[in-house]
Nanobody, 124 residues
Framework: QVQLIESGGGLVQAGDSLRLSCTTS????????VGWFRQDLGKEREFVAA????????NYAESVKGRFTISRDNVQNTVFLQMNDLKPEDTAVYYC?????????????????WGQGTQVTVSA
């Protein structure tokens, strides 16, 4: 069973930055794409960013382009989400997930393993 552990969430003010980390329990994700999704109360879980297995291709939701950066370190089995210029609308639980393929998938159905999530709260 693959386990994903997210960390780095917290309470910040608008304009601040946070760096989320997602570490897997085994080297599964080194051959797979990895993505970040988020879900706020009462809303659907939405795509945020994804990276392919090599780290050469990334995809972002329009709402975070230019502010968020996804990267990965396959030696450490860790994927990062650097979030800059945070806005109150970025408030959500952030989940990382391992894709079924090596691509930077953008749809939820493209992912097979999910973490438990880390809360990000941005105050105005």
């Amino acid at each position: 069973q693959v386990q994903l552990i997210e960390s780095g969430g917290g309470l910040v003010q608008a304009g601040d930055s946070l760096r989320l980390s997602c570490t897997t329990s085994k080297r599964t994700n080194s051959n797979n794409g990895v993505g970040w999704f988020r879900q706020d109360l009462g809303k659907e879980r939405e795509f945020v960013a994804a990276i392919d297995w090599r780290g050469g291709t990334t995809n972002y939701a329009e709402s975070v382009k230019g502010r968020f950066t996804i990267s990965r370190d396959n030696v450490q089995n860790t994927v990062f989400l650097q979030m800059n210029d945070l806005k109150p609308e970025d408030t959500a639980v952030y989940y990382c997930a391992v894709a079924r393929s090596s691509y930077a998938a953008t749809g939820r159905s493209g992912y097979q393993y999910w973490g438990q999530g880390t809360q990000v709260t941005v105050s105005a």
